[in-house]
């Protein structure tokens, strides 16, 4: 069983920047992908970047070019660099892993590991 504890939530003004982490420990080799899950208040969850094993990148439209997701492997974290945030981008966010390819990797249903999230609040 695969366990994802997300860390580096807060509140930062807009135009700042913010790292989030995500530990992964447990079945590690269970997974092949992992993501970053946000939540907007009274909305669902979106689905904002995802890598696989190969280090190959999606991003959703909202983030392309300003969030990175990187691994480090060595530390099994998982970063969330956002650069530039926006009021908008105030949610929780979440960690989430994959056993093979989500189809389509975009929609929260397909991950089937979470962490509990971390609280971010960009303001004007």
């Known amino acids: 069983q695969l366990q994802v504890v997300e860390s580096g939530g807060g509140s930062v003004q807009a135009g700042g920047s913010l790292r989030l982490s995500c530990a992964a420990s447990g079945y590690t080799t269970s997974t092949d992908c992992m993501a970053w899950v946000r939540q907007a208040p009274g909305k669902g969850r979106e689905v904002v970047t995802i890598i696989d094993r190969a280090g190959v990148t999606y991003y959703s439209d909202s983030v392309t070019g300003r969030f990175t997701i990187s691994p480090e492997s060595a530390k099994r974290t998982l970063y969330l660099q956002r650069n530039s945030p926006k009021p908008e981008d105030t949610a929780i966010y979440f960690c989430?892993?994959?056993?093979?390819?989500?189809?389509?990797?975009?929609?929260?249903?397909?991950?089937?590991?979470w962490g509990q999230g971390t609280q971010v609040t960009v303001s004007s």
């Open positions: 989430a892993a994959a056993r093979g390819w989500p189809k389509p990797w975009t929609m929260s249903y397909t991950y089937n590991y």
